[in-house]
């Protein structure tokens, strides 16, 4: 192949290398110019043209692209049509990815000309994703290069899709007096979520003191009532495992089953055990597997899903990519940690869009009280201000003239939320997708309705959430029990703008399995005016 440019006299049966436009029409990247081409280009005044000579043998982009695809087996895979050089490959069936990377890596060396992309190893698919994608980088390529590039893919397997098999799964549940039972439900709940994905069920839960004995009873029973599906049981344990011979492992064995594998190097969930009795696959869930983000767990599940049995050997192989998330409690090893705690950003959420029913009908509007001669809602909109936050968004809907107006002058954002007669979730959604908080690591949420809380309160909590790190949940206390306002961390902001109906934003805290921290900040935190009476007892005065 021959690329550069040519006279139109010495131009037919070249191919463009890139699109020309003309009055009469256009010529796109890839055409082979014949004679009327010529005609054509000369009589718009075109002299010559960027384009390349095919040697003997040579293929075409779109021909040598779809020849390779051909090679690749088509189990589980769908293939697009071949454009531009490119066929893109799709997962046909909900399944494991698992790609060959020495494979791969031999492919993309045959020539520079002929590339495959694709998925890490062993990720989990739904039927219709992108797993890979085939580009010829030229115009053209040499015959003999995409033979040689046939060859080297019927000869060995690139990549497949493993399809999931379902599996009828028992869950086992240990308990002790610190765990709580609520605990315990949205585990359950949490792993027929990740189930799903297989087409898999949760049969049974089983819930058992934390005991040797009573797991070692409850392995060996399951063992004996087993019917012919495939099976699978996985052990939560109220404490973690912190030995090859804790609870979990020691019932293992003693129920005639062997451990593969105590501990592995992915963070989160280096805790996990691996173990079968039988032909029934155990395993020791770590507790990282309580949330619904990824983690080792998830890694081991979709193996055993797709009907691989990891060894000690996979597990142990783990450890490059194995760090899925710093943990905030812990020291950042790294070198720039002090900085990013002083850099990270918190952003303000008022809500001020509530009805305020328990005011009564057609009564007094409580963030139109006044304090110290200011409606609350500005007054709280003014302690936001003076606070470390920035910006400070606050969203109006129930007699949005009056709040906006209570507002007006104020350096801070609006947002409307039309749909504020559907609860408190319609506000969180409009505010968590306004463009001013989407960049901010935090998010304050503050209730427009609290008339105690300061601007030292919420520069005390922005404190804890930068010294944390950032990837933690901070929330307002006294006594120990739960108030507001909070910080919630960019990583649930998704969550937070799927929520529906009158929530807000507690279900999110107690499942996504990051770190909470509580600042106890006294009364303030417990202290809002939904009633005429509570405004008066905080010294308010009801207006409008």
Not at 154 to 174: Q, W, Y
Not at 356 to 375: I, N, S
Not at 433 to 440: A, G, I, Q
């Amino acid at each position: 192949m021959k690329f550069g440019n040519f006279d139109l006299d010495a131009a037919e049966g070249t191919v463009l290398a890139h699109s020309v436009r003309m009055r009469t029409g256009r010529l796109s990247k890839g055409h082979r110019l014949s004679q009327s081409d010529i005609a054509a280009l000369a009589g718009e005044g075109v002299t010559s043209v960027a384009a390349v000579r095919l040697d003997p043998g040579d293929l075409l982009e779109d021909e040598a692209a779809s020849r390779v695809a051909g090679a690749i087996g088509p189990d589980h895979l769908q293939f697009s049509e071949a454009t531009t050089g490119r066929v893109n490959v799709y997962a046909g069936v909900d399944g494991l990815f698992v790609a060959d990377k020495t494979v791969v890596d031999a492919l993309n060396r045959v020539d520079p000309a002929i590339t495959l992309a694709c998925l890490a190893d062993h990720v989990a698919v739904r039927a219709g994703d992108m797993v890979a994608t085939i580009k010829i980088i030229p115009l053209a390529v040499a015959g003999e290069k995409v033979e040689a590039a046939r060859a080297l893919l019927a000869g060995s397997v690139a990549f497949e899709v493993k399809p999931f098999r379902a599996r009828n799964v028992v869950l086992i549940a240990t308990e002790l007096p610190a765990l709580k039972a609520s605990v315990m439900d949205r585990t359950a709940k949490l792993l027929e979520r990740r189930l799903a994905l297989s087409g898999s069920r949760l049969t049974k839960e089983i819930r058992i003191p934390h005991d040797s004995d009573c797991l070692t009873e409850s392995l060996q029973t399951l063992g004996k009532g087993r019917d012919r599906e495939p099976a699978m049981y996985i052990v939560f344990g109220a404490s973690a495992v912190a030995d090859a011979d804790d609870v979990i492992p020691d019932a293992i064995r003693r129920a005639g089953g062997e451990v593969e594998q105590v501990g592995m190097p992915v963070d989160p969930g280096n805790l996990i055990v691996l173990g079968r009795i039988g032909d029934v696959p155990v395993i020791g869930a770590p507790g990282c597997a309580r949330s619904p983000k990824e983690n080792g767990f998830d890694w081991v599940l979709h193996r055993l899903m797709a009907d691989e049995t990891p060894t000690a050997f996979d597990l142990t192989g783990m450890g490059v990519g194995g760090l899925l998330m710093e943990i905030p409690a812990r020291p950042l090893p790294r070198e720039t940690a002090v900085e990013r705690k002083a850099a990270l950003s918190v952003g303000a959420l008022m809500l001020a869009a509530g009805q305020a029913r328990r005011m009564g009908k057609d009564g007094p509007h409580k963030l139109l009280a006044e304090f110290d001669g200011v409606p609350l809602v500005r007054r709280t909109a003014q302690m936001l201000l003076r606070s470390a936050v920035t910006p400070v968004v606050a969203v109006t809907g129930h007699r949005r003239e009056e709040i906006e107006a209570a507002l007006s002058d104020l350096d801070l954002v609006m947002r409307s939320n039309p749909d504020y007669a559907s609860g408190m979730a319609s506000s969180l959604v409009t505010g968590f997708s306004s463009l001013e908080l989407k960049d901010r690591d935090g998010i304050l949420v503050m209730l427009a309705d609290m008339p105690g809380v300061t601007a030292e309160n919420i520069d005390t909590l922005i404190a804890a959430f930068r010294e944390a790190g950032g990837n933690v949940v901070v929330r307002s206390v006294s006594n120990g029990k739960r108030g507001n306002p909070i910080i919630l961390p960019r990583a649930v902001y998704e969550a937070v703008r799927q929520l529906e109906g009158d929530v807000g934003a507690r279900a999110i805290i107690e499942t996504c399995g990051l770190p909470v921290v509580d600042i106890d900040i006294g009364a303030a935190a417990h202290l809002d005016v939904d009633t005429p009476e509570a405004v008066m007892a905080a010294g308010g005065i009801l207006r409008g």
